[in-house]
């Protein structure tokens, strides 16, 4: 049974930056695909970022390019999701997903996933 955990959610100010975790248990070896979530209130959920299993292809919304970066550590057990220049717009509960998934790149969609974390709350001043 994979279980994730993630932390590093905060409050910042525009502008500052957060760096999440998110912990596997469960999870060994390659072979998972991880992706990115954020739930802002009254919002659906969207994906903000996503790495392939092999962790050669990342990909991201357009409203965080260049401001977000998804990577994992060596030991594929951790993944990280650095978030600068941070926005109010940017304020959400943030969930990490993982999913057993092969394709090049990792899925977008929020049902593809199989293991999500509990969420971690980012909030963002202005």
């Known amino acids: 049974q994979v279980q994730l955990v993630e932390s590093g959610g905060g409050a910042v100010q525009t502008g500052g930056s957060l760096r999440l975790s998110c912990e596997a248990s469960?999870?060994?070896?390659?072979?998972?695909?991880v992706g990115w979530f954020r739930q802002a209130p009254g919002k659906e959920r969207e994906v903000v970022a996503g790495?392939?299993?092999?962790?050669?292809?990342?990909n991201y919304i357009d409203s965080v390019k260049g401001r977000f970066t998804i990577s994992r550590d060596d030991g594929l057990t951790t993944d990280y999701l650095q978030m600068n220049s941070l926005k109010p717009e940017d304020t959400a509960v943030y969930y990490c997903?993982?999913?057993?998934?092969?394709?090049?790149?990792?899925?977008?969609?929020?049902?593809?996933?199989?293991?999500w974390g509990q969420g971690t709350q980012v909030t963002v001043s202005s």
């Open positions: 997903a993982a999913t057993k998934y092969y394709g090049m790149y990792a899925p977008k969609e929020a049902s593809e996933y199989d293991y």
């Open positions: 790495m392939s299993w092999s962790g050669s292809k990342t």
């Open positions: 469960g999870r060994t070896g390659r072979g998972f695909a």
